[in-house]
Every structure is written in C-alpha cells, then in structure tokens.
C-alpha cells in the first residue's frame, strides 16, 4: 500500500536552514507529483511546495518562495523540501502529500519548530 514516511525534523534558530525528506513506497513514484503541506498550531493545513514529474518542475507558496527550494530523487523515491532563512512561522508539522490513483495519501508529518 501507499506509505509516506517523514523525517528529518526537529528544533532550529531563526534565520537557520533545515532538510526535510520524505520516503515512499507502494506507487510508482517517478509517475506522481509530490507536495509538502505545513499546519501550524490553530492554523489550517496549507500547501507549500510542489514539484511534478518529468521535468522536475516546482511551484511554491508565496511565503515561502525564494527560501524553500523542492526536489526529488527517483531512484530512491525520496522527495525532500530544503529550507533556509526559516523564520519564527516556519514553526509547524510539514507533511507529504500524494494524490495517487484518485486517493489522498499523507504521511504522519514532521515537528520543525523554529526558535531561539
């Protein structure tokens, strides 16, 4: 089945950088676009980056553009979300998201909290 695996998160600085990954398993990756979504507390779910496949083509939110940079690694179905010159709203869970065969999939997030 469908799995989404977050990992990689935990306490950073204002104004720090911090790689996220996402492994997963069950579909044929290379086929799906992939996105990251954050909720921060008392907040709605919002989608952050995306990026599809082929050609490797991404798209952000506002907030974060510039800053947050998408990617992707076929071979080890592996979608990654690197962030630099995180900022005190940065605090949030991130999740993965895939829509695959018509289904909503999530992983169980990742805390990325940003403090000093």
């Known amino acids: 089945q469908v799995q989404l695996v977050e990992s990689g998160g935990g306490l950073v600085q204002p104004g720090g950088s911090l790689r996220i990954s996402c492994a997963a398993s069950g579909f044929t990756f290379r086929s799906y676009a992939m996105s990251w979504y954050r909720q921060a507390p008392g907040k709605e779910r919002e989608l952050v980056a995306s990026?599809?496949?082929?050609?490797?083509?991404?798209n952000y939110a506002a907030s974060v553009k510039g800053r947050f940079s998408i990617s992707r690694d076929n071979a080890k179905t592996t979608v990654y979300l690197r962030m630099d010159s995180l900022k005190p709203d940065g605090t949030a869970v991130y999740y993965c998201y895939a829509r695959v065969r018509y289904q909503d999939y999530w992983g169980q997030g990742t805390q990325v909290t940003v403090s000093s």
């Open positions: 990026i599809i496949n082929p050609g490797g083509i991404s």
